[in-house]
């Protein structure tokens, strides 16, 4: 049978029944849309939380209080749950550890923060102006702050756009202006540059106050939440790792790493994680899309079947004037590959549409890749064929002179 011919027939038949055509490549179009759409969730979710860690900083060791696993693996128990790190640990870290190029000490709380008549619940962090070089952190308006203020317990802030817009109002000049955290009030000296990010996870939404001050007059104790280093270099991450490590469980009289109170991490320990974790998500989003892809190719099993049964004279007539087994499956093969094919653009242009939508409109994080656009055509011709194979074989295997008297 030329090829010519088995498209011929192909667009004939299908064209012929266009309600029930409509219907079945419907289900495909939903199933490949639905799989394009999870996973471009899942992607652009893995995507966000990358770039989320590495805007945090460059070469980073971030070391947390709390009950922790072997060093440099991860942790585990309730990291952050104790108050086990000081001031006197980071200045070691500073001067102790080969390979560090700047430590960051960091106390962290959540506030209501009062401006005029507004107010919102926001981060606040006590740091020191080595935070700004550590996280890369960068001053739009204003500048960031000193170590005099430090020194002096001083009562400025520097503040996240997204806080100056709940505070001040969206774009407003806040430096100079006022706000009042716990009943204490502070003189804004800056704005960051936008870093972005949602929900507890935004670095816009923060404020930075004198590490001293949060201490002393915004928490009441002189322990740390995190101890922020930067490596030199990327090369000697392990190293720095290692050796914070190692000075750590000394000045903790620790034996054994296992039981530390504290946790050293690295940006890659976080970032490995969250690639697991946003990768797992994609592949549970993407089975339960499946599932509807299942859904339908059975259809396609269903139509393919009915339509063998309504053509059964059609097959024995050209069974008898000499057609071959594999004449009469390519024919029936051919339609079900091209039903699922057009169900799978279809699907696609859909699923790529609403993923652009999502991120448009929604504020959704999506990121479609060519290569799930391609997995999914490549899934949508192979459930033609899968699905129709079935009723090919039937088609084909039926003898001619009981088709020629079905009736």
Do not use: C
């Not at 490549?25 to 770039?51: D, E, F, H, K, Y």
């Not at 991860?74 to 006197?88: D, K, P």
């Not at 190293?239 to 914070?244: F, K, P």
């Not at 050209?318 to 079900?336: H, N, T």
């Amino acid at each position: 049978m030329r090829l010519d011919d088995v498209i011929e027939e192909t667009a004939f038949s299908v064209s012929s029944n266009k309600v029930r055509s409509a219907l079945t490549i419907l289900g495909i179009v939903v199933g490949i849309a639905s799989v394009i759409v999870m996973v471009a969730i899942g992607q652009g979710a893995q995507a966000s939380i990358t770039s989320s860690i590495e805007s945090a900083g460059s070469n980073l060791i971030m070391v947390m209080p709390g009950f922790g696993g072997s060093s440099g693996a991860g942790a585990r128990g309730a990291r952050g749950g104790a108050l086990s790190l000081t001031v006197a640990d980071a200045e070691a870290i500073s001067s102790g550890v080969q390979g560090v190029g700047a430590v960051s000490q960091e106390r962290s709380s959540r506030q209501q923060v009062v401006a005029g008549g507004n107010n919102t619940n926001t981060q606040i962090q006590g740091v020191t102006p080595e935070y700004a070089t550590v996280h890369s952190t960068t001053v739009a308006d204003g500048t960031f702050l000193r170590s005099e203020d430090v020194a002096s317990v001083g009562r400025v802030a520097v503040i996240g756009p997204t806080t100056r817009d709940d505070l001040f109002g969206v774009g407003s000049s806040a430096v100079g202006q006022s706000m009042t955290v716990n009943g204490i009030q502070f003189k804004v000296v800056g704005v960051t540059a936008s870093k972005g990010g949602t929900g507890f996870g935004n670095q816009d939404d923060v404020i930075f106050v004198p590490l001293t001050t949060q201490q002393q007059l915004l928490v009441g104790d002189d322990h740390l939440s995190q101890i922020s280093v930067q490596a030199a270099s990327s090369d000697q991450m392990a190293a720095v790792q290692q050796g914070v490590t190692d000075l750590l469980l000394q000045r903790h009289n620790v034996s054994d790493a296992t039981q530390a109170d504290f946790n050293v991490l690295s940006q890659s320990d976080i970032a490995a994680t969250a690639s697991t974790i946003t990768g797992t998500f994609t592949i549970v989003l993407a089975s339960i899309a499946g599932i509807s892809l299942l859904v339908g190719g059975i259809g396609i099993m269903n139509m393919m079947l009915t339509a063998v049964t309504e053509r059964t004279r059609e097959i024995g007539l050209r069974k008898a004037v000499g057609a071959r087994r594999s004449d009469i499956s390519v024919q029936f093969l051919a339609e079900s590959v091209a039903l699922t094919f057009i169900g799978g653009l279809v699907g696609v242009l859909l699923g790529v549409g609403v993923a652009f939508s999502l991120k448009q409109f929604a504020g959704i994080s999506t990121s479609v890749s060519v290569s799930s656009v391609l997995l999914a055509a490549g899934v949508s011709i192979a459930i033609g064929v899968v699905f129709g194979y079935y009723p090919a074989l039937r088609a084909s295997g039926m003898n001619p002179v009981e088709a020629l008297r079905y009736q």
